[in-house]
């Protein structure tokens, strides 16, 4: 069921599928994607205000690379943009947002 599942837009836990060649060829996001869960901690998020910005953001533009309605490098540049642009709103790059303790 694993197959129909992603042929659906879930992200299958049972990792086989991803593993197949015609899988591989029609979703481009696959093999970047299984490659990112190596070593990860599952459970992590960053601890900081912004993270439900930047986590909005993640999630929109990941699932329009999943379905398709842009490329992975369109997808992961706007992404990269978007974050970018919530952190320094928020005063990280210009060093005026104080450090958490």
């Given at each position: 069921?694993?197959?129909?599942y992603?042929?659906?837009g879930?992200?299958?836990?049972?990792t086989?599928v991803?593993?197949?060649?015609?899988?591989?060829?029609?979703y481009p996001f696959?093999?970047?994607?299984v490659?990112?869960?190596?070593?990860g901690?599952?459970d992590?998020?960053?601890?900081f205000?912004e993270?439900?910005?930047?986590?909005?953001?993640?999630?929109?533009?990941?699932?329009?690379?999943?379905?398709?309605q842009?490329t992975v490098?369109d997808g992961?540049?706007?992404?990269?943009q978007?974050?970018?642009?919530i952190?320094?709103?928020?005063?990280y790059?210009?060093?005026k947002?104080?450090?958490?303790?």
């Amino acid at each position: 069921m694993a197959k129909p599942y992603l042929e659906a837009g879930g992200v299958p836990a049972r990792t086989a599928v991803y593993q197949d060649k015609a899988v591989q060829d029609k979703y481009p996001f696959v093999k970047p994607m299984v490659e990112s869960w190596q070593g990860g901690v599952p459970d992590y998020r960053p601890r900081f205000p912004e993270w439900p910005a930047v986590s909005e953001v993640i999630g929109e533009w990941g699932s329009k690379i999943m379905l398709g309605q842009v490329t992975v490098k369109d997808g992961a540049q706007t992404i990269g943009q978007k974050t970018e642009d919530i952190l320094k709103k928020a005063g990280y790059y210009d060093g005026k947002k104080p450090l958490l303790k």
